[in-house]
């Protein structure tokens, strides 16, 4: 069996083939490059299967995927089953949400594709697990273990709960700049642009506005934009406690994301774990949850080859 497999962001579409029982090398593009959904693919297909026999394909989206024709929440693209599958000739395609494929890549991962944060527990084997991490957006999903099943949301889009009088004055200053301060506004790209922008004014600072890319390039030597970083992680371990606790996470939580391996070197897992496990009265509750970065280079594809393997796809 050949089929197409894509984790599709608002940023980058990433496609690979699934032939046989191997993924190929993942090709990536950009999502500005092309005018469509179905344009990509066809660029795909013709560099990944330039002979044909792609039967199926199964399609990560950075949206909810709802009704059809689902639509990326930071980008201009949109996608239906029935219009792909009679453009390319295909017998199934499935469309599922991007951290739900990464949900189901997590029974996949090995030890060398994760790098432990701290020292936590040793988890419960049927207890849920949870991935999420920030990329253009802030994506989470739950994998419950027991029935096989990933649980996507959109906890991105929650209200952010500051952790301290500092984290207050942030939080007022983001609903001023953005008019509502949800977890997105502060834990993603445009996020850990929006922290540097808000200390910057905060600290009386002048200093030039900086995209993401930028603030991580200028952390180290630029005062905001280091304290931009750290308050961005900062906020990411408040988040994923916070969910944890939500979920009943106790199998693991899974940080991944577009954005989190650019930081590695400026995580301190000691630190994060422990901002993550403060959650009084339920730190003892805490330490038994396993916490890991995602360091496999392309996290989604072994969830969506698994469901491709299903006949999902």
């Known amino acids: 069996m050949k089929a197409l497999l894509a984790d599709i962001g608002g940023t980058n579409a990433r496609f690979a083939l699934?032939?046989?029982?191997?993924?190929?090398?993942?090709?990536?593009?950009?999502?500005?490059?092309?005018?469509?959904?179905?344009?990509?693919?066809?660029?795909?297909?013709?560099?990944l299967a330039p002979g044909g026999g792609v039967r199926r394909a199964v399609l990560a989206l950075a949206g909810p995927v709802l009704g059809e024709p689902v639509r990326l929440t930071n980008a201009p693209w949109a996608f239906s089953r029935p219009g792909i599958a009679a453009r390319f000739g295909l017998d199934g395609v499935t469309l599922v949400n991007d951290f739900a494929a990464l949900a189901h890549a997590l029974p996949h991962l090995g030890p060398g594709d994760l790098l432990p944060l701290g020292e936590g527990g040793g988890g419960e084997e049927d207890a849920p697990m949870l991935v999420l991490g920030p990329g253009t957006g802030l994506g989470m999903a739950a994998f419950l273990r027991r029935e096989g099943r990933a649980m996507p949301t959109e906890a991105g889009h929650i209200g952010l709960g500051p952790a301290d009088p500092w984290q207050d004055r942030v939080v007022a200053a983001l609903r001023e700049r953005c008019g509502r301060a949800g977890v997105e506004e502060a834990v993603s790209g445009r996020g850990l642009a929006n922290l540097h922008a808000v200390v910057a004014a905060l600290?009386?600072?002048?200093?030039?506005?900086?995209?993401?890319?930028?603030?991580?390039?200028?952390?180290?030597?630029?005062?905001?934009?280091?304290?931009?970083?750290?308050?961005?992680?900062?906020?990411?371990?408040?988040?994923?406690?916070?969910?944890?606790?939500?979920?009943?996470?106790?199998?693991?939580?899974?940080?991944?994301?577009?954005?989190?391996?650019?930081?590695?070197?400026?995580?301190?897992?000691?630190?994060?774990?422990?901002?993550f496990e403060d959650r009084a009265p339920m730190r003892d509750w805490m330490r038994g949850v396993p916490l890991f970065l995602v360091t496999h280079p392309a996290p989604a594809f072994p969830g969506l080859a698994a469901l491709a393997r299903a006949g999902n796809g």
């Open 18 to 47: 699934l032939d046989g029982g191997a993924v190929g090398a993942p090709l990536v593009m950009p999502v500005a490059a092309h005018p469509t959904a179905e344009a990509a693919i066809a660029t795909a297909l013709a560099q």
């Open 203 to 275: 600290r009386g600072a002048a200093v030039p506005a900086r995209d993401a890319a930028g603030v991580v390039a200028a952390a180290g030597a630029c005062p905001v934009a280091e304290e931009a970083v750290g308050l961005f992680l900062d906020l990411l371990a408040n988040f994923a406690g916070d969910m944890a606790l939500a979920w009943g996470a106790r199998g693991g939580v899974f940080l991944a994301g577009g954005i989190l391996p650019r930081l590695a070197t400026r995580l301190d897992p000691r630190a994060f774990r422990a901002r």
